[in-house]
């Protein structure tokens, strides 16, 4: 991969269930925890790299390891969206066709999405997450495609359970 990490690889397609539990899970988080709102919510153009590095700040080099990660594991395909200019971009992160990851850049953090399938959910149980991802995962919204879940990631140690969820939705 780039330096850059391909953060602008993008191609269109139709809004899709998983973006669609999003969308609804952000209303009420948006609202509650403004200092981790998208960053570029309101922009009708992708952001670049330079004001997509300029928001991230210290986490650039976190969103570009997490990345590189799922890269390895087989999700290198990324595109970004906006489903409107009311919730901003996010950076999906695929392997083929099916969105493994979603990525919303905020201020000085970064906000990682998934929807975890009933199958996902039961082997996440299973593993060995930490008692702050169970929690999350117990409180998630659930909905007819699946357990939407909402991390943000301030650092590297935050990454640990991110990776573990990935791993889950990858082999479910």
């Known amino acids: 991969m780039s330096a850059e990490y391909n953060f602008f690889r993008f191609r ?8 669609r539990i999003l969308r609804n899970a952000r209303k009420t988080t948006e609202r509650t925890d403004l200092n981790t709102t998208n960053t570029f919510i ?14 991230l ?19 290198a395909e990324q595109e970004w969206k906006s489903s409107s ?4 971009w996010s950076l999906l992160l695929k392997k083929k066709k099916r969105t493994i990851l979603y990525v919303s850049p905020c201020d ?3 906000r990682v999405s998934l929807v975890l399938g ?10 060995n997450l930490s008692s702050s991802a169970l929690k999350l995962l117990d409180e ?3 909905y007819a495609e699946g ?3 909402r991390i943000i990631v301030k650092g590297l140690k935050d990454l640990a359970s991110i990776r573990k969820l990935a791993l889950i939705k990858l082999a479910n």
């Open 12 to 19: 269109r397609s139709s809004l899709g269930a998983d973006q």
């Open 42 to 55: 309101g922009r009708i153009a992708r952001p670049t790299v330079e004001e997509l590095l300029a928001a």
């Open 57 to 75: 700040g210290s986490t650039a080099n976190v969103w570009g390891e997490l990345l590189d990660w799922l890269a390895k594991q087989g999700a």
């Open 85 to 88: 200019a009311k919730y901003g």
């Open 108 to 110: 000085g953090c970064f």
């Open 118 to 127: 009933d199958r996902a959910v039961a082997a996440a149980r299973q593993s």
């Open 140 to 142: 998630a919204p659930r």
């Open 147 to 149: 357990t939407g879940l």
